[in-house]
């Protein structure tokens, strides 16, 4: 258990539609990112929050949006649903900031999401 | 682009050593090498990491070769439960984002 929390565990949608997937980080952990992983790839990086503000951003399209709350969960936040959208989203979260290169990230159980 | 390089996939027998090469030729000085394994579709897990030395924990050792380009993550007695896709990460920093690539990964077998 990394002590990483995401919910809902699953989520089954149609398209158009939006969804919110949370995430609570490690406590005491102050950066959150978010990665998406489709079906046998591997991991993208979407963005990262740092102590509720927007550190980096990757591959993260316009219909997704996400924010970091003050009690340091995050909750990602994707609209317009497409089929492509399908995928596990995970959280991970860190202590330092992200700018330091040794930064390890603890990853949560993922929330795999359907769009059909 | 990732910006490493890693076998698709490798077998290795439960109780023996596991070695998961991975090379990393592009490789800055303040990169640091990573790694990290994912079972089937579980978040992914944190094993090690090193700059230049080598390095060892519970988990594993990282060996890296004295030009950087490449490096060996070694699982000294492989068990079942160590199958798993592995991934050896370049951590950069760039300008003020910071950028994690992950590549495809090595899925590891381990057989009994």
């Known amino acids: 258990d990394s002590g990483v929390t995401q919910t809902p565990k699953h989520l089954i949608t149609a398209t158009g539609q939006r969804v919110t997937l949370r995430c609570s980080p490690r406590?005491?952990?102050?950066?959150v990112y978010w990665y998406q992983q489709s079906l046998d790839q591997g991991l993208q990086f979407l963005i990262h929050?740092?102590?509720?503000?927007?550190?980096a951003k990757g591959n993260i399209l316009e219909r997704f949006s996400a924010q970091q709350f003050p009690d340091l969960h995050s909750e990602l936040n994707l609209s317009s649903l497409e089929l492509g959208d399908s995928a596990l989203y995970f959280c991970a979260s860190s202590f330092i900031s992200g700018g330091a290169v040794t930064d390890t990230q603890y990853f949560g159980p993922g929330t795999r999401l359907t769009v059909l | 682009d990732a910006k490493t390089t890693q076998p698709p996939s490798m077998d290795c027998a439960e109780g023996r050593a596991a070695n998961l090469p991975c090379n990393h030729s592009?490789?800055?000085?303040?990169?640091?090498v990573y790694w990290y394994r994912q079972i089937h579709s579980q978040g992914p897990q944190y094993i090690i990491h090193?700059?230049?030395?080598?390095e060892t924990n519970e988990m594993a050792s990282l060996i890296i070769t004295e030009d950087r380009k490449s490096s060996t993550l070694i699982l000294p007695h492989a068990t079942l439960r160590d199958t798993a896709v592995y991934y050896c990460i370049v951590v950069s920093e760039m300008d003020s984002n910071y950028q994690l690539i992950w590549g495809a990964g090595t899925k590891l077998i381990i057989k009994p």
């Open positions: 406590s005491g952990d102050l950066s």
């Open positions: 090193g700059l230049k030395n080598n």
């Open positions: 592009t490789i800055s000085g303040n990169e640091y």
């Open positions: 929050y740092y102590n509720g503000e927007e550190r």
